[in-house]
């Protein structure tokens, strides 16, 4: 199927029907990608952003570096260490919670040791592997890089997207209880504990299946900073959401194809960031001048 | 106790025996008894630190505790519960009507307040007086606003057991008056409801049987008989031995 769509696409390159770079079969995997990425971390990134959970989101991502460190040195391919790197970041995720929910210490404390700890044992590991493999291959891990997405990555994406939106819906109004007042979650038969463990692991998983595209040290900005502008443009839940998703597709989209169109020697992650940068930057000054104005 | 209390209770009745809870090393409640009538309004009083919502919270099942809560339930078992407040972001772009699909539906609240929800989310809010400030953000009200705002969504179910966490601290006059009526309209039903408050002169108007709690029960009765100047004493000095407010 994917042969035939990328087969599709550099018909219509050639005919006209879609920009040049199309005719290119990394263009066609990379669109793939940022129709799946965008709406899937927009939707997760209103939830990152009502749980205050922005440094959690941060923190994962980064640990995708050791996960990819430690893939390297287990013998995975330098490119697609998934097991490694959903090994690690889930064990990563799933301690941090544990130990949140048993200890006294602030959030913010405990997420700041564990990103850390983790990040040591990633650059000690990355300088020991750094022999093993082109060292370039970690850039790309850290910033996002169109040109190695291939089928394996676009159906890992593809997956993991449908799993957490599945899961991310069905329980959208539970998991934003528990975090307003867990106990009238749990009057209400909200399992505020369990769903604390879902949502860290969705989060997780999305952000390691994005790191192909966007970078480790990247992804967690299009959790947030989409949901910051739409916070700021929208009145109601239902405009923070849909306002949301759009600047992550769009950003995402233009993102990945401008530096190509216009020959930007810039990464796809942070292309996508920087783009989704302007719209925060347009609805902060909108909102300066709205509050001026009155 | 007063003479309009509904003739079938749909609430349960209470019982709770010795119940013992500690913290860490601090000793939170000692053999508390507790015995709550169904479809009455029990209202606990005392100082701040006492263990009133340490109790609630035993009471609905969320603190490990000793000694023993009987609840026996004639039919429903619906639980309403108003909590002292909400944490989040009152930046937040959720509207009343946001917070209310959030509370009573599982339908994602960007997907609006489904059909089925929407009039009866209509009449509880208009029974506390906020029927007019639905579109407004959560954000945007005041302290007593959201408070009533909570009020009504722990009127979604309709409960056969109210537990109320202080829902009139911070509220305004009119909004105390909403409240109040709320709570004897839902009592007229039956429901059994406990409720912690600290205005003593509301209590001694609207609740059935009142339970001073520090630490373990300081006097419980009819509050015409048990709310005296002796025992207000009693709360204020205990309070002031223990370095708390009433």
Known sequence: ?294 | MRDDIATTARGPSIHIQGLGLTLGRSSILENVCVDIVPGTIHCLIGPNGGGKTSLLRSLLGQMPHTGTIRIDWPAGRRIGYVPQQLDFDRDLPMTVDDFMAITVQDRPVFMGLSRRKACAVAEVLDAVGMSQKRKRRMGALSGGERQRVLFAQAMLPFPDLLILDEPMAGVDEVGSQFIAKAVMDIRAKGTTIVWIHHDLAEVRELADTVTCLNRTVVFTGDPAEVLSPEHILEIFSHAHHHGKKP
């Open chain 1, 1 to 294: 199927m994917m042969e035939a769509l990328r087969l599709l696409a550099h018909d219509l390159a050639l005919s006209g029907g879609l920009p040049a770079s199309f005719q290119y079969g990394f263009v066609t995997n990379a669109v793939l990608c940022a129709l799946l990425v965008g709406p899937v971390l927009g939707s997760i990134g209103t939830m990152v952003v009502t749980k205050r959970l922005a440094f959690f989101s941060q923190a994962v991502g980064q640990a995708a570096l050791t996960g990819v460190a430690i893939g390297i040195l287990i013998g995975e391919p330098p490119t697609a260490p998934y097991a490694s790197l959903f090994g690690f970041c889930v064990l990563f995720a799933l301690a941090l919670n544990f130990t949140k929910n048993r200890t006294r210490m602030s959030s913010d404390t405990l997420i700041g040791v564990f990103l850390s700890i983790s990040m040591a044992i990633g650059a000690s590991l990355l300088v020991w592997v750094a022999g093993q493999v082109n060292v370039h291959l970690v850039d790309k891990v850290l910033f996002g890089s169109i040109l190695t997405v291939n089928d394996l990555d676009i159906a890992v994406l593809a997956v993991m997207s449908g799993l957490v939106g599945v899961v991310g819906l069905a329980r959208y109004n539970r998991m934003l209880l528990a975090s307003f007042n867990p106990q009238l979650a749990k009057v209400r038969g909200v399992q505020v504990a369990f769903l604390d463990y879902v949502f860290v692991v969705m989060v997780t998983v999305i952000t390691v299946a994005s790191v192909k595209i966007i970078g480790a040290m990247l992804v967690e900005a299009l959790f947030l900073i989409p949901a910051a502008a739409a916070r700021i443009w929208s009145g109601s839940m239902r405009g923070f959401f849909a306002i949301t998703v759009a600047i992550s597709t769009v950003s995402t989209l233009v993102g990945i194809l401008a530096p190509m169109e216009f020959d930007l020697p810039i990464p796809s992650g942070g292309a996508i960031i920087l783009c989704a940068s302007l719209f925060f930057l347009a609805a902060t000054v909108s909102r300066l001048f709205t509050r001026h104005a009155s």
